[in-house]
């Protein structure tokens, strides 16, 4: 049985910085590509960032580009999400997701139905 769990939530303040960490278990971590997630407080969940299995593919949403940066360790069967320049309007459950995936790309690495396997989420907020 596949279970990711997330970590690093908290609340911080607007300018600060998180890093979120998701571990998977009970799978093949190396095979799949990995993505982040978030709901914000009465909204929809929207994509946030992907990465290819190997790393060496990786995708983001506008709204967090050139602030947060996904990245992965195969032998630690993690995937993190550092964020950077953090606003209110990133407050948000944070979940990771994993799936197999060829060929990533930012339209298949934003798609729901793409992954296999989904964590509870992290919840971060960002206020002053």
């Known amino acids: 049985q596949v279970q990711l769990v997330e970590s690093g939530g908290g609340l911080v303040q607007p300018g600060g910085s998180l890093r979120l960490s998701c571990t998977v278990s009970g799978g093949s971590f190396s095979m799949y590509a990995m993505g982040w997630f978030r709901q914000p407080p009465g909204k929809d969940r929207e994509f946030v960032a992907a990465?290819?299995?190997?790393?060496?593919?990786?995708f983001y949403e506008n709204a967090v580009k050139g602030r947060f940066t996904i990245s992965r360790d195969n032998a630690e069967d993690t995937v993190y999400l550092q964020m950077n320049g953090l606003k209110p309007e990133d407050t948000a459950v944070y979940s990771c997701?994993?799936?197999?995936?060829?060929?990533?790309?930012?339209?298949?690495?934003?798609?729901?139905?793409?992954?296999?396997?989904w964590g509870q989420g992290t919840p971060v907020t960002v206020s002053s």
């Open positions: 990465i290819s299995y190997s790393g060496g593919s990786k």
């Open positions: 997701a994993a799936g197999v995936i060829n060929g990533l790309t930012y339209y298949s690495g934003r798609l729901y139905r793409s992954y296999d396997y």
